[in-house]
């Protein structure tokens, strides 16, 4: 069993190093009914910290497949009025919001795909203004996450219950370095190397990258003016937070109507429930123009359907073979891990802040520079020890930036 000390040194790094508590602020936490003694402590420590108010949104996988199966359309697309007020009313007070994740990646797959996407889009239509907060980093947050029995054994299916628990508890431990002695020291010194990686990166200021692996053959734009951008954040109060736990990338975003070519998968993507996999997209000026899966089709074309920007880019994501996640040999099924062991894109809205002057600017002007928007925001792993990446500099100049899935550009910065 992991013990009572370890789990403790989880729940401080998470408020810590994650959201950033300050003395007197709330906190808002979306955590799992199954991971309810992890959760408390997390609840214990804020306290301790100096949280004025803890609020916890209680989820359970179970209760939520009840309702898919069970409740009527107009149920499942109407997302209720006070749950979008209880988030506005936590953000628009500066609170810290955390998500602890345990979800079943095969929860939903019984479940008529287009339900499951109507649903989504309903909480992203009534949340957009929850989603200003976050995604402009007006306010600190995070995710983390604990095991469930449904997930371990996805991941360990050889295993009992208990057992394949107790190692998904390890190997997660072990990714967001839990397991060192004094994991917000870690951090500390993993966000420097992420800054140092993104900074190399700013200052090259790539016109253009081209992947190449099996089934990939890419050119991606990037808009004048793009930022990379990776580990830790600073939110508008300069606090600085971790939006997610772990992170190994440096992200920064298409240009939306600047990418060519066909591109793979290479790792299953989890989409609400819905597994897709082996699955390719081949782009033109931008735009997702024709798309095949092995696994998970419908699914897919159900995502790529839910609006105008869901078949653009939104994110590009250089992540090492190196990372601890790629290392522990696992496919997660979880795209916070997952996204960690490779390089990844996403369909959807982009982030305004990988653009220099981007959060202050209204849709229209991220449009004329390149910004992708949507309701949707979903990465895939495109990365493997096979990919190649060039990047093209404004003077026509090509240099190679990522060579059998890692580094060949020195991102240390010496
Ligand atoms: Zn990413
Ligand atoms: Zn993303």
Same mark, same amino acid.
């Given at each position: ?6 789990? /403790? ?60 199966? *069970? ?64 995604? *402009? ?47 917000? #020291?870690?951090?500390?010194?993993? *966000? ?43 939110? /508008? ?22 990418? *060519? ?42 995502? !790529?359907?839910?609006? /105008? ?7 590009? #994501? ?27 894109? #996403? ?27 949507? !309701? ?17 500099? #404004? ?20």
């Amino acid at each position: 069993m992991v013990s009572q000390q370890t789990q /403790e040194k989880y729940a401080e790094l998470a408020l810590r190093t994650g959201v950033n508590l300050q003395k007197g602020q709330a906190l808002m936490i979306n955590a799992p009914i199954e991971g309810a003694d992890f959760t408390k402590l997390v609840v214990r420590k804020a306290y301790e910290i100096g949280a004025k108010d803890v609020h916890i949104n209680w989820v359970d996988d179970e209760l939520t497949l009840l309702k898919y199966e *069970n409740a009527p359309d107009e149920v499942i697309t109407d997302y209720p009025e006070w749950k979008v007020k209880l988030h506005d009313s936590f953000v628009e007070d500066g609170a810290a919001v955390l998500n602890i994740r345990s979800t079943n990646p095969d929860l939903l797959k019984d479940i008529d795909p287009s339900r499951v996407a109507k649903a989504n889009k309903a909480a992203a239509e009534a949340m957009v203004n929850f989603r200003k907060y976050t995604m *402009n980093d007006k306010i600190p947050w995070s995710i983390i996450s604990i095991p469930s029995g449904d997930w371990a054994q996805k991941i360990f299916p050889d295993k009992s219950k208990e057992e394949a628990v107790e190692s998904l508890w390890e190997a997660i431990l072990k990714i967001v370095r839990v397991d060192q002695d004094n994991p917000i #020291a870690a951090w500390e010194a993993h *966000n420097e190397t992420l800054k140092t990686a993104r900074e190399v990166l700013n200052e090259k200021n790539y016109k253009k990258l081209i992947f190449k692996a099996p089934g990939t053959n890419l050119e991606m734009e990037l808009p004048q003016g793009h930022l990379w951008k990776g580990g830790s954040a600073v939110a /508008e109060t300069g606090v600085t937070f971790n939006p997610n736990m772990p992170t190994e990338e440096v992200f920064s975003m298409p240009h939306k109507y600047g990418v *060519n070519g066909t591109v793979a998968s290479t790792k299953p993507l989890n989409y609400g429930g819905s597994l897709i996999d082996n699955f390719s997209l081949t782009f033109k000026d931008g735009k997702v123009v024709d798309f095949k899966a092995e696994q998970g089709e419908e699914v897919l074309k159900h995502l !790529l359907d839910s609006d /105008e920007g869901a078949r653009r880019l939104g994110e590009i #994501a250089l992540v090492p073979d190196e990372s601890p996640v790629s290392q522990s040999g696992l496919v997660f099924y979880n795209t916070l891990f997952d996204e960690n062991a490779s390089c990844h894109i #996403a369909l959807g809205k982009a982030y305004p802040t990988n653009l220099k002057g981007g959060s202050a600017m209204d849709l229209e002007t991220l449009d004329k520079h390149g910004v992708n928007d949507s !309701l949707i925001h979903v990465d895939f792993m495109i990365g493997s020890n096979k990919m190649d990446i060039d990047g093209v500099k #404004a003077d026509g100049t090509t240099e190679a930036v990522f060579r059998n899935g890692t580094w060949s550009l020195n991102v240390k910065g010496e």
